[in-house]
T-cell receptor, first 113, second 119 residues
Framework: AQKITQTQPGMFVQEKEAVTLDCTYD???????LFWYKQPSSGEMIFLIY??????QNATEGRYSLNFQKARKSANLVISASQLGDSAMYFC??????????FGKGTMLLVSP | SQTIHQWPATLVQPVGSPLSLECTVE??????LYWYRQAAGRGLQLLFY??????ISSEVPQNLSASRPQDRQFILSSKKLLLSDSGFYLC??????????????????FGPGTRLTVL
C-alpha cells in the first residue's frame, strides 16, 4: 500500500524567506508520481508541482521547487521568497497505480509580514 | 479550456436525510473522475473514482454511493446521512490514459468543493 507522511502540522515563515515543507512516501511501485497541492482558506485545491520517479532533475515551477531524494523516499517542497499569499494548507500526494491520488495530512503554512 | 463545477457549494442536512452532490466537467471528454472527502483539519480521502460511464470504483466502504450517468457528470449520493458524513467534498478530473512522458502524469484538477454539515 502507498503512504504519504507529512510530519509538520504547521510551519511559520517570515515574508521573503524560504521554507521547506517535508514529505516522505512509501511505495513498492517502481514507477510513481509525486504532487504538491495548495489549499487556501477558500477550499480549492491548486496544483503546484509534479515529480516523476524517473525524472533525472528536481522539478521547479517558479518559486516552487521539489527536493526529490529517491533513496530517502522524500519529496520536500521548497518555496523561495515567501509571500503573504502563500499562507495555506499544503498537501503532498502520490499517484496510485489506478491513477488515483493518496494524500498526506497536510501542513499549514503561515507567512508573517 | 476545461472547467469543473460542483453544486451546491454549501449544504446543511439533518441526520437521516438523503444526499445528492453533483459534479460536471466541461471542455474535455472521457475524463477520469474522482470524489474526495476532507474532514475538518484533515487530508483528502478518496471515496470513489470512475474511468467511464457506469464504471465506479469504491475506495472506502460506507453509506455513500456514486454514479456516472453521463461522460462528464459524476454524482455522489446517500440514502441516509450520518453525522460523520460532514466534511468538504471535492470532485476532480484527470486526463484518461495520458501517455508516459507527455508531461505531468495524471494531474488532477479539482472543483470548488461542497461543504456539507450534517446536524
Amino acid at each position: 500500500a502507498q503512504k504519504i507522511t507529512q510530519t509538520q502540522p504547521g510551519m511559520f515563515v517570515q515574508e521573503k524567506e524560504a521554507v521547506t515543507l517535508d514529505c516522505t512516501y512509501d511505495t513498492s511501485d517502481p514507477s510513481y508520481g509525486l504532487f504538491w497541492y495548495k489549499q487556501p482558506s477558500s477550499g480549492e485545491m491548486i496544483f503546484l508541482i509534479y515529480q516523476g520517479s524517473y525524472d533525472q532533475q528536481n522539478a521547479t515551477e517558479g518559486r516552487y521547487s521539489l527536493n526529490f531524494q529517491k533513496a530517502r523516499k522524500s519529496a520536500n517542497l521548497v518555496i523561495s521568497a515567501s509571500q503573504l499569499g502563500d499562507s495555506a494548507m499544503y498537501f503532498c500526494a502520490m499517484r496510485n497505480p489506478y491513477s488515483t491520488l493518496t494524500f498526506g495530512k497536510g501542513t499549514m503554512l503561515l507567512v508573517s509580514p | 479550456s476545461q472547467t469543473i463545477h460542483q453544486w451546491p457549494a454549501t449544504l446543511v442536512q439533518p441526520v437521516g436525510s438523503p444526499l445528492s452532490l453533483e459534479c460536471t466537467v466541461e471542455g474535455t471528454s472521457n475524463p477520469n473522475l474522482y470524489w474526495y472527502r476532507q474532514a475538518a483539519g484533515r487530508g483528502l480521502q478518496l471515496l470513489f473514482y470512475s474511468v467511464g460511464i457506469g464504471q465506479i470504483s469504491s475506495e472506502v466502504p460506507q453509506n455513500l454511493s456514486a454514479s456516472r450517468p453521463q461522460d462528464r457528470q459524476f454524482i455522489l449520493s446517500s440514502k441516509k446521512l450520518l453525522l460523520s458524513d460532514s466534511g468538504f467534498y471535492l470532485c476532480a478530473w484527470s486526463v484518461r490514459n495520458r501517455p508516459r512522458g507527455a508531461g505531468v502524469e495524471n494531474e488532477q484538477f479539482f472543483g470548488p468543493g461542497t461543504r456539507l454539515t450534517v446536524l
